[in-house]
Structure formats: C-alpha cells, structure tokens
C-alpha cells in the first residue's frame, strides 16, 4: 500500500474528489494548510498600496492505495488540481507498512 499526500489549491478540490471517487477511492483526509514554495508567497494590490502573503491556502489531501492503483490515483490529482500556473502543488508518496481498523481490527487494505 502507498499513501499519497497531495497539497493543492482550494478551489481544486471539488474536481480532485470526484477523480478520486471514480477510481473508488472516497475515503480521504482533508486538512487545510497554509505554506509556500519556492515562490514565497505573492504580492498583491489594494487600494494602490502593494503588501505581501507570504503563506498561501492549501489543501493537504491524504489517502492510501493499492499500489497497483498508484498511478492512476497519481495521474488523476494532477490532471484535476493542475491550473498551469506557479503554486498548483505537490504530490508526495510513502510506502505504508499496514493499517488497522480500530473498530474491528482488521488489517491491510480491508482496513481503509
């Protein structure tokens, strides 16, 4: 099993959970973050005065696959997340050893 972690643009995440749910992945983990990239933030105007926001709004999206589902999940947020533009995100992946539902306790995959 993998665990993908993808941060995103908020007003992403409609598109990314539909993608995910399609190739039956809906149970996710949605945090909202706020960070920066290479870009530092951004400079804006209001009110002809320039200031700056240095951490941005994001989505922080976690969920664990199969690993022969992997790609498909992979190549699915980038295609609905992706605006073309600085900032769209990363995508992040780990191997996850097991899981274990509390509940029943069971384990693997039949615990997410």
């Known amino acids: 099993m993998r665990k993908v972690e993808a941060l995103f643009r908020p007003e992403r995440l409609e598109p990314v959970m539909e993608e995910l749910g399609e ?4 149970g996710v983990t949605i945090t ?4 920066h990239g290479k870009q530092k933030g951004v400079t804006h105007m209001w009110r002809g ?3 700056r ?3 941005l709004p994001k989505i922080k999206l ?4 199969l690993d022969e589902d992997l790609g498909k999940v992979v ?3 980038v295609r609905s997340a992706r605006t073309g533009s600085i900032g769209d995100g990363k995508i992040f992946i780990y191997n996850v050893d097991d899981a274990i539902r509390i509940r029943t306790g069971e384990s693997g995959f039949q615990a997410i």
Do not use: R
């Open 23 to 26: 190739l039956g992945y809906p």
């Open 53 to 55: 926001v240095e951490f």
């Open 62 to 65: 976690e969920v664990v696959v």
């Open 49 to 51: 005065s320039e200031y």
């Open 75 to 77: 190549n699915a947020v």
């Open 32 to 35: 909202e973050v706020k960070g």
